[in-house]
């Protein structure tokens, strides 16, 4: 049965994933709540209705689902319990089974070794003797990351002689972590697809990805890798979708070796920065795919118009000052999209910039000329 416009939908999460989602599903002509622990998020700023709660206040839950015609999310780590109350109730896409994969890095990496999917070497680690016996086996340097709930790089320390480990642990309180090989990347891409009613699938090309101190920092579209690796990286996605039967968008990161091999890092079942491209640069945005997917519509057209290159927005640019908006505006081709968030931290996500172009290069260099001039503050020559 399909969720058709006019409907409700219900998010977990008040992010700016959130917050794309909404104004896409608002576009499309259905209503939104939001559920998220926090107030004044920036998806709560733009939906219909926000509820603050925490995820285990089952009676604000059920008040949530009753009022929603179905549930999806745009943050992974909502606990377990809470999507079983809701889907009691109600649809939820991705299915709590997706999640709770998702959710714990060792219980991910074994799930896709067990499909013969590439990864780097890696031991769950939850005691300082698994510690030490992961150590001896992958060897330095490798990575130390926290099981749950990393991101933008927190909670993973690089290891590199032995007498690192037991401090990073430590730094880490003993949690449950995975221990990875450090691989010596070429490149980082990643595969956004979705999976509708039936068994539906469509994906988007891989994107290239280029970090800084952890944090996504520029995404190129498409990426320049060989069509090989290309098929092969979508049909690995497509193998993912299918084992866990799942409905929704799922976003694989992969890395690509120095020797050119293809190994998946993570998994987020949502939309995902790396794809915000294709916002201005797709038929079908990576939230309106999602939307069509959880709600049983046809997906939308995946296919890339023209490339694109997105930067983002971190905190750090607002360190001085504001922002210097009309000059970064003043750059031809050049969306700028602004998450609402009130205070701008270091690191902190708090919009990017797409460009289009004759070639991701091209598109890259306009959005990054864009930003630059976005913290050049020229006090007498404001535009
Ligand atoms: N095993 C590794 N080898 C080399 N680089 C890594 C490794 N693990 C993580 N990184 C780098 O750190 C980034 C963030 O790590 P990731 O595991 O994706 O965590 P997060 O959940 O913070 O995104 C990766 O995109 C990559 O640039
Ligand atoms: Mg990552």
């Known amino acids: 049965m399909s969720i058709l416009p006019g409907s409700t939908i219900g998010i977990l999460g008040g992010g700016q994933l959130g917050r794309m989602l909404t104004l896409t599903a608002k576009r499309l002509g259905y209503q939104v709540h939001i559920f998220s622990p926090d107030f004044d998020t920036p998806a709560g700023e733009v939906a219909d209705l926000a509820i603050t709660g925490p995820y285990n206040d089952t009676e604000a839950l059920s008040r949530f689902a009753q009022a929603v015609d179905v549930v999806t999310i745009e943050f992974e780590n909502i606990p377990v319990t809470a999507l079983k109350t809701l889907e009691a109730q109600v649809p939820v896409y991705p299915q709590p089974h997706v999640l709770e994969m998702a959710q714990h890095r060792g219980r991910e990496k074994a799930f896709l070794s067990q499909l013969g999917i590439p990864l780097a070497a890696f031991r769950v680690v939850a005691s300082e003797a698994e510690l030490s016996d992961a150590l001896t086996e992958i060897g330095c340097p490798c990575v130390l990351k926290t099981a749950g709930f990393g991101y933008d790089g927190k909670g993973q320390s690089k290891i590199t002689t032995p007498d690192q480990a037991l401090p990073a642990f430590n730094a880490l309180q003993q949690a449950p972590c995975t221990l990875e090989q450090f691989i010596t990347l070429d490149r980082e891409i990643s595969v956004i697809a979705a999976r509708g009613a039936n068994g539906a699938f469509s994906a988007y090309r891989p994107v290239e990805n280029q970090h800084q101190n952890h944090i996504l920092d520029v995404t190129l579209a498409p990426a320049s890798i060989s069509a090989e690796l290309e098929a092969q990286a979508i049909a690995i996605t497509r193998q993912i979708m299918e084992a866990l039967d799942m409905r929704g968008l799922l976003c694989v990161e992969f890395f690509i070796t120095q020797d050119g091999q293809l190994l998946v890092n993570e998994l987020a079942p949502r939309t995902h920065n790396s794809g915000h491209y294709s916002i201005e640069a797709t038929a079908c945005s990576?939230?309106?795919?999602?939307?069509?997917?959880?709600?049983?519509?046809?997906?939308?057209?995946?296919?890339?118009?023209?490339?694109?290159?997105?930067?983002?927005?971190?905190?750090?640019?607002?360190?001085n000052d504001e922002p210097h908006w009309a000059a970064g505006l003043a750059q031809a081709d050049v969306s700028l999209h602004l998450y609402g968030k009130k205070?701008?931290?270091?690191?902190?996500?708090?919009?990017?910039?797409?460009?289009?172009?004759?070639?991701?290069?091209?598109?890259?260099?306009?959005?990054?000329?864009?930003?630059?001039?976005?913290?050049?503050?020229?006090?007498?020559?404001?535009?």
């Open 286 to 319: 990576q939230f309106e795919q999602q939307l069509r997917a959880v709600c049983g519509l046809p997906l939308g057209n995946p296919e890339l118009i023209k490339p694109a290159a997105m930067a983002n927005l971190l905190g750090d640019l607002w360190s």
């Open 343 to 383: 205070e701008a931290r270091p690191g902190r996500k708090m919009g990017h910039i797409t460009a289009l172009g004759s070639s991701p290069e091209a598109a890259a260099t306009k959005v990054l000329a864009a930003r630059s001039a976005l913290s050049v503050i020229l006090k007498n020559q404001q535009i």
